[in-house]
């Protein structure tokens, strides 16, 4: 009996008989050398990437031109690339170290944002590492499809044209130079802004000739106030204009009558004497997440105005201090008068995170007072200051252990 012949069909190619929009999205999810390389799979892929609409060329993608000795190419790579691609282009992450900013020039940066203005452009991330400080060209402000804008140690110049970003969510500022009082007007500019970023704004930069201070200036409380629509803000309070007692912090909260999450950093900072035993009369009933980052514990009048942000805010689930690196001793703290452990009122706290303890008295009655007060507490993280011995943090832990809590299933985690 003759065995018949059978025949197996290839297997079919799902993937290359999806939509372009799907296929797009497929490739956007790739690093950007994966995507270009899919085109030597057969003749049907040859052209596939051409359709991206996401561009990141961010540190990974200057390694990997470090390991085939491409970062002098690195600017023509980016020109020829754009030159291929057919559809919008929603993304673009822009990651520039020194040794690739010798590779090119103002004008390739130019082209490429005046390119991306064109292309409709929603995303746009710029940022530089080292050396000089970027120029950002003015096509910048011709993106008026923009809803992200991050941008990292760069001039920030808006032409005297320019009258916003009618269409921005989010703003990242980072090392950010603005011309003198230019950016209250700015942000002014932005009607839908739901997410702004401001902090560490001051930094000391260490350039070949000088140390010098990079500051975006002194944003004023009656610009920022006119953000209604905030919902996440990152602020440096050394960078706003007259918050100088716990009376303008607490204003400066009400502004926003949408906030959910504020992280303030409280680097340089001090209060006036005025700010003792200040309380808060507005409650801020839709912030659910608080961060309080470089705050000196040991200020009476800062640790003040925190406890009493934090009781300010009935339905606040997620806190987080982080204290400054002052070298002081530990042993000689005392906890101030001007701090109240005694207020009546159970807080609604389901994650709290304290961050460089250092074992002082300051610091163990914070952590007492918290855990105390809020039955709802889930987890309790504890970071102990490196510069703690094993010895001291099992003297911490130990002290931990003893203090009463109100939740019956937190679990403090000392790491």
């Not at 956007?28 to 892929?45: C, K």
């Not at 031109?65 to 673009?92: E, P």
């Not at 007259?242 to 009400?254: A, K, N, T, Y």
Request: contains cysteine.
């Amino acid at each position: 009996m003759a065995r018949k012949a059978f025949k197996f069909a290839p297997p079919k190619d799902v993937i290359s008989s999806m939509p372009d929009n799907v296929v797009t999205h497929i490739l956007d999810r790739l690093p950007i050398q994966d995507a270009v390389n899919t085109s030597i799979l057969s003749r049907n892929w040859r052209f596939k990437w051409t359709l991206l609409g996401q561009l990141v060329f961010d540190e990974n993608f200057l390694k990997y031109l470090a390991k085939r000795n491409g970062v002098s190419k690195f600017g023509r790579i980016i020109s020829r690339l754009l030159l291929h691609l057919k559809g919008t282009i929603t993304k673009f992450v822009l990651s520039i170290d020194k040794r690739s900013y010798s590779a090119l020039d103002d004008e390739d940066i130019a082209y490429w944002i005046l390119f991306l203005s064109r292309k409709g452009v929603e995303d746009l991330t710029i940022t530089k590492t080292n050396g000089e400080a970027l120029n950002l060209p003015s096509n910048l402000f011709s993106c008026l499809e923009l809803k992200h804008l991050k941008l990292r140690y760069c001039f920030f110049k808006p032409p005297t044209s320019f009258h916003g970003f009618p269409k921005l969510l989010n703003l990242d500022l980072d090392l950010l130079d603005f011309e003198t009082d230019k950016f209250g007007e700015f942000i002014t500019q932005c009607p839908l802004l739901e997410i702004l970023n401001m902090r560490n704004q001051h930094h000391l930069l260490e350039t070949s000739s000088m140390d010098y201070y990079f500051s975006v200036g002194k944003a004023k409380l009656v610009d920022i106030a006119k953000l209604a629509n905030i919902k996440r803000l990152s602020l440096s309070l050394s960078d706003t204009e007259m918050v100088r007692d716990s009376s303008s912090i607490f204003e400066l909260v009400g502004f926003f009558p949408k906030l959910q999450e504020l992280n303030l950093d409280f680097v340089r900072y001090k209060l006036t004497k005025d700010s003792a035993n200040k309380k808060c009369t507005t409650a801020f009933p839709c912030l659910k997440t608080l961060k309080l980052s470089t705050i000196d514990v040991y200020d009476g009048l800062l640790l003040s105005c925190a406890l009493e942000l934090i009781r300010s805010c009935p339905n606040l689930q997620t806190f987080e201090i982080l204290a400054n690196d002052l070298d002081r001793d530990p042993t000689y703290a005392k906890c101030s008068p001007y701090v109240d452990y005694n207020a009546t009122g159970l807080l609604q706290l389901r994650s709290v995170d304290v961050s460089d303890v250092k074992d002082s008295v300051i610091e163990v009655c914070l952590i007492k007072y918290l855990l105390a007060s809020s039955p709802f507490l889930k987890r309790f993280v504890v970071r102990p200051s490196s510069h703690l011995s094993s010895d001291e943090k099992l003297r911490l832990a130990r002290k931990l252990l003893k203090l009463h809590r109100a939740s019956l299933t937190v679990e403090i985690d000392l790491l």
